[in-house]
């Protein structure tokens, strides 16, 4: 057999269990290096946008936020193939990685050696040995001494399959003997495929915050005309439906700005407008409930605008409460009502078939596809990547989160005097 240059233990995170056909997708990957000794010698790893729902995020931990800058499979598919070279595949379950891979290389037009007998399995391995109990990862790198790690990143579990590879390699080489299968795949005689198309991406951190979207427009100097801002105002409006702007939101309240030729100091100005309609329309009935300015100081927030400004705007519209004509509904966000259709998409933290139980005890429907009757799309990830949430996006259909649904389905279910609940009661957190 040929000699091989090493190892190159894989991973992925994908969007699911591959149940047949092309339904899941690879929404992580990474690929570590081990010499014929077992000694790590390099990694690489990356975010990939799998143009679709994450499936079980509660699992991977992978947000759309990040997946969606990533770059797609394709995009890296040379980069990939590049640390695979001369090399034996080797993962834990090897046959789900195999599977995944095959599936989006041949996406690609791409012909592969993915196969369950083509690449070294370290979960095999264990079983051979008897090392441990059980055999997922986390249980054969504690039977072995390998560190824990932060378990279901691409990264993190390619590096600790890497170590216990090294373990077998050193302690129970017999267990990881080659087969010509696997040397042969080693050297598969792959396509051209360019590299470096697309630079990696990596999770944000713990905590990380996304900057306030105002922070990536550039001042202008005021203008003479007033800026038609009518449109910007109205995609405002659908953001702030679940008193939450959303990284995907922001984004498009930014392209927008730009389209329509408004700086950072405009933008401030309709921003505090906006406040101004919201505080105009709280005093329409010459009451400010603690539930409404908890709802203004939320807004404000989003808005990057100072709290002391809000009440500072409430006590100027004091004196014109009894003459203003109410906003149009803003505040308190988004109202359900009998018959409103909504959009379910991405995996929720409650039952499907509960919510949809909950929703029609409501009279409010949930329906498989976006239309531009939808009354809102309730996504699992605000950032979602769905065809779902496309869709809406494209429809000018709000996006909100699962919380803010269930929180207003919540409501709904409780005895009320009026006859529409509105979301602002999950501003109680």
């Not at 933008?267 to 505080?279: E, F, I, K, N």
Request: proline share 4%; glycine share 8%; charged share 25%.
């Amino acid at each position: 057999m040929k000699a091989v240059h090493g190892y190159a233990v894989i991973d992925t995170e994908t969007t699911g269990i591959l149940t047949g056909g092309w339904q899941h997708r690879i929404a992580e990957i990474a690929v570590v290096h081990v010499s014929p000794d077992g000694t790590i010698t390099g990694e690489w790893s990356t975010l990939v946008n799998p143009e679709r729902d994450l499936g079980p995020q509660n699992v991977h931990g992978i947000r759309a936020v990040d997946a969606r800058r990533a770059p797609l499979f394709g995009e890296v598919a040379g980069d990939l193939v590049a640390r695979l070279r001369g090399r034996v595949a080797v993962a834990h379950n090897w046959s789900f990685d195999a599977r995944h891979l095959r599936s989006e290389f041949e996406r690609l037009g791409i012909e592969t050696p993915f196969e369950s007998s083509s690449g070294l399995c370290t979960m095999r391995a264990a079983g051979r040995i008897r090392l441990g109990s059980r055999r997922s990862l986390a249980d054969c790198c504690a039977a072995a001494g390998v560190p824990e790690r932060s378990w279901h990143s691409a990264r993190d579990d390619a590096l600790a399959a890497a170590e216990l590879l090294g373990y077998f390699i050193r302690c129970a080489p017999d267990a990881v003997t080659l087969t010509e299968a696997q040397v042969g795949a080693a050297f598969w005689d792959w396509p051209r495929i360019p590299v470096g198309t697309a630079a990696a991406v990596r999770r944000s951190e713990p905590g990380h915050v996304e900057p306030h979207f105002l922070a990536r427009l550039v001042e202008r100097m005021p203008r003479d005309e007033e800026p038609v801002a009518d449109a910007y105002l109205a995609m405002l409006d659908a953001a702030l439906l679940d008193r939450d702007i959303s990284s995907t939101e922001g984004d498009m309240l930014v392209d927008l700005a730009h389209d329509l030729g408004l700086g950072r100091n405009e933008l401030v100005a309709l921003h505090l407008s906006y406040m101004r309609d919201l505080a105009r329309e709280a005093w329409a009935d010459e009451v400010v409930t603690d539930e409404e300015r908890h709802d203004l100081l939320t807004v404000a927030t989003l808005l990057a605008l100072d709290h002391v400004v809000v009440d500072q705007i409430l006590d100027e519209e004091r004196a014109a409460a009894s003459s203003a004509a109410p906003s149009g509904g803003r505040l308190g966000g988004l109202a359900l009502r009998p018959g409103d259709k909504v959009v379910l998409t991405g995996s929720m933290a409650r039952g499907r078939e509960e919510i949809i139980a909950q929703a029609a005890a409501a009279g409010v429907r949930v329906i498989g596809s976006v239309s531009r009757q939808t009354r809102v799309v309730v996504a699992a990830d605000p950032d979602s990547l769905s065809g779902k949430a496309r869709k809406a996006r494209e429809l000018g259909v709000p996006v909100v989160s699962e919380e803010a649904f269930l929180t207003v389905l919540d409501r709904l279910a409780e005895p009320v005097s009026a006859p529409v609940v509105t979301i602002d009661d999950l501003l109680d957190r």
